[in-house]
């Protein structure tokens, strides 16, 4: 058989693109004698294939046992249910617990005001509160700033010492 023709083929059985009649090709052209050297490499592998395809099993006399229902197969359906459940849940709640048009006029905060003088008066008592109540809340915040102080001089003192045991043990 021409070697051009069964190199194509064993591009093809590489690629995973043969049809049972070119595999069978293949077979028998390596399960002859006459090879050229180039295409030697394969030969073992085709004898192997040869080989593998004579075993027989004979004895082959027990059967696979019943498939038996999960254990879990309540659990996951008990899972399932109770997500559902609370994703109506989650639907429901949301539909009566918001306002009917959260954006209409009468739920907004809107306050209009004609004269400057008392505009101003109203944005700045304003502001006033939101800074008051910031501060309030940056207060809090100071305490973080003792602890960050603490962890660094832990974290100075952690390096201090593994840096004398490093030298230590170096020394040894």
Do not use: C
């Not at 080989?51 to 359906?77: A, C, W």
């Not at 102080?149 to 020394?171: D, R, T």
Request: no cysteine; glycine share 2%.
């Amino acid at each position: 058989m021409d070697i051009n023709i069964i190199k194509r083929l064993l591009e093809k059985f590489y690629d995973g693109e043969t049809s049972l009649e070119e595999e069978a090709i293949l077979s028998d052209y390596f399960n002859n004698e006459d090879i050229p050297e180039e295409l030697q490499k394969y030969q073992a592998q085709f004898a192997f294939y040869q080989q593998e395809r004579n075993i027989t099993f004979d004895n082959f006399d027990f059967e696979l046992p019943p498939k038996m229902p999960s254990k879990n197969y309540n659990r996951q359906r008990l899972y399932w249910a109770a997500s559902i459940a609370a994703t109506i849940l989650i639907f429901v709640s949301i539909l009566f617990l918001l306002p009917q048009n959260p954006f209409s006029k009468s739920h907004s905060r809107t306050i209009t005001v004609s004269n400057p003088d008392s505009t101003y008066a109203i944005t700045k008592n304003t502001l006033y509160a939101v800074s008051k109540n910031l501060n309030k809340g940056l207060d809090k915040l100071q305490k973080f700033e003792y602890l960050d102080y603490g962890m660094n001089e832990i974290n100075k003192i952690n390096k201090n010492l593994s840096n004398a045991q490093i030298n230590k043990e170096s020394l040894r």
